[in-house]
């Protein structure tokens, strides 16, 4: 039985050369075996406090700790990093940082051949992790030639094949299709039943609510809230979070109750009389400005084959001015193949890519680079300046196209106004990937091709997001948005949905939704507003029949 808990008195962290405390005198208990959300917004000192749990903080990153923490009896200031993993395992924000070995399954035997494990409890420990985690087929390929989302499951793969007696996880959905988020929450809620404690930061916190057994919210390094998760999402400590649809839908109605799945919100919208005139509009919350309109973007039966896989396998489809297009599919489906070929990173071994009338074959990256604006997943791929405001004049002036205007209006909508003196590399996260973004769109392209955007981000700046991005189109610039975020994908005026490198369906947000099998080739799950609209039609109709039955 695991008898290893968590103990903070008066704990404080700052990073070295920070005036600022990045944590604040935070007192928690959390006892063995409890299944903990952490939430807070971007920058509120999440990632710090998991950092401290396996003393990456202060023993790695240096800084000063004050106050005291302990994992079970071991006081972490004293114990190094070397003997805390022994307890805590841990799978940070971002995967590729963590993954160095030249397979999936050295990466994942390197923690317990470390612990001095026989080779025989090291192979069944990876064949278990591999296997929960849906790794399996991948055992023999490099991480680096992985997926975002397939690396993610690669990292917990590593963490789980610890056996670590506590389990912290920052942001594990960022990188995930639904696929690979339903594995994870299943293999949590198991190794959760075994006695595992896990402790788990996400902004993207509907499909964690319900299993969750505590969760605490975090501002400004502080605790400011703790309890059941029903009991806090009622509160004000989660204004301005990334609350589920469903939680803001009953805080907006002043429901009695709030729903942690699909099946207690029915009769909570049944009883509350809600409308389903007032409810559709949430499906697809934007009209389709570009589509029919002049194409910006043309591909014609693509082809690429990405480090010996085929990544694309005759893809096609078309973008017009003004439109906004959501990109979806599972892990490895292609999406950011395509995205890469809209600025020539990447060229088609067949068919092609005309980009605002250029054939990508044929044109240089710097000639399109104005044109088109690339964000990509991974924000360390583009930041190499010393501060926030170099970073993201660099391009504008390399083109030729610095616009003082329209870079104050990026500072204001990505929340980059106090961070511009500051370098990159000492921003958490989700503020990096707002620079990375604020930097791609710094010329003003006229085509905005962004790669997960809203990762690690709070409601905030997803707000925020997507009036940039109502802007951008409003102005006849196309957006090509890849996400595995439906919820944000539902602001598009249409959906691509991708398997295996080809489109399998293509339209209006609640069109596709509608797709049932597209929806499962391309391993998408409906929203949960969807599914809610689909139960409330379902149960109209069977009242209806009821009513006629009973009048005749």
Not at 344 to 368: F, I, W
């Amino acid at each position: 039985m695991n008898d290893v808990g968590i103990v903070a008195d008066g704990l404080g962290y700052r990073y070295p050369g920070a005036s600022q405390w990045a944590l604040s005198d935070v007192s928690v208990t959390i006892a063995p075996g409890e299944y903990v959300l952490l939430a807070g917004w971007s920058g509120s000192g999440k990632s710090t406090l998991l950092r401290t749990f396996n003393g990456l903080a202060p023993h790695f990153y240096g800084g000063e700790m004050v106050g005291r923490l302990s994992i079970g009896d071991w006081d972490v200031a004293m114990t190094p990093t070397s003997r805390l993993v022994e307890r805590v395992g841990a799978v940070f924000q971002n995967p590729a940082a963590q993954l160095f070995s030249s397979s999936v399954a050295r990466e994942i035997a390197f923690g317990p051949a470390s612990l001095g494990l026989s080779v025989s409890v090291i192979e069944e420990r990876v064949r278990w992790a591999a296997e929960v985690t849906g790794v399996m087929p991948w055992l023999e390929r490099p991480p680096h030639a992985l997926s975002g989302g397939q690396q993610q499951r690669v990292a917990v793969a590593s963490a789980l094949a610890m056996r670590p007696a506590i389990l912290v996880l920052d942001e594990p959905f960022a990188h995930l299709d639904a696929d690979g988020i339903d594995d994870l929450c299943a293999v949590l809620r198991e190794i959760h039943g075994t006695g595992t404690t896990i402790v788990i930061a996400e902004h993207h916190m509907g499909r964690l609510v319900a299993d969750a057994t505590r969760m605490l919210v975090m501002q400004h390094g502080a605790l400011v809230a703790d309890g059941p998760p029903r009991d806090v999402l009622a509160g004000a400590a989660v204004n301005g979070l990334n609350l589920p649809p469903l939680v803001r839908l009953a805080r907006e109605q002043g429901w009695n109750s709030i729903p942690l799945t699909v099946d207690e919100a029915v009769p909570l919208a049944r009883s509350s009389g809600i409308a389903l005139s007032g409810l559709k509009p949430c499906l697809s919350v934007m009209t389709s400005n570009g589509h029919g309109s002049a194409s910006v973007v043309l591909a014609e039966d693509v082809f690429h084959n990405l480090d010996g896989w085929p990544a694309l396998k005759g893809l096609s489809l078309t973008v017009g001015a003004g439109e906004r297009v959501a990109v979806l599919g599972r892990n490895g489906s292609g999406k950011t193949t395509f995205l890469k070929h809209l600025n020539g990173l990447l060229k088609p071994d067949r068919g092609r890519v005309v980009v605002l009338g250029q054939d990508t074959r044929r044109a240089r990256v710097s000639e399109l680079a104005r044109r088109v604006g690339l964000g990509f997943q991974d924000p360390t791929k583009q930041l190499f300046r010393p501060t926030v405001r170099r970073e993201v004049e660099t391009g504008p002036r390399a083109l030729g196209a610095l616009d003082v205007a329209w870079l104050d209006q990026l500072y204001e909508w990505m929340g980059l106004v106090p961070l511009l003196e500051r370098s990159p590399y000492r921003l958490s996260e989700g503020e990096r990937r707002r620079v990375a973004l604020a930097a791609a769109l710094a010329a003003r392209p006229a085509i905005a091709a962004l790669d997960e955007p809203a990762l690690g981000q709070d409601g905030r700046y997803r707000q925020s997001l997507v009036e940039l991005l109502d802007s951008l189109v409003s102005a006849g610039d196309a957006v090509v948005l890849v996400t595995h975020d439906l919820d944000l994908a539902s602001a598009a005026d249409r959906w691509v949905a991708l398997a295996d490198g080809r489109a399998v369906a293509e339209g209006a947000p609640d069109t596709v939704m509608r797709n049932t099998q597209a929806m499962a080739d391309a391993g998408l799950r409906p929203t949960d507003l969807f599914e809610l609209v689909r139960r409330l039609e379902a149960a109209e109709t069977a009242d209806g029949a009821a009513r006629t039955m009973g009048g005749a």
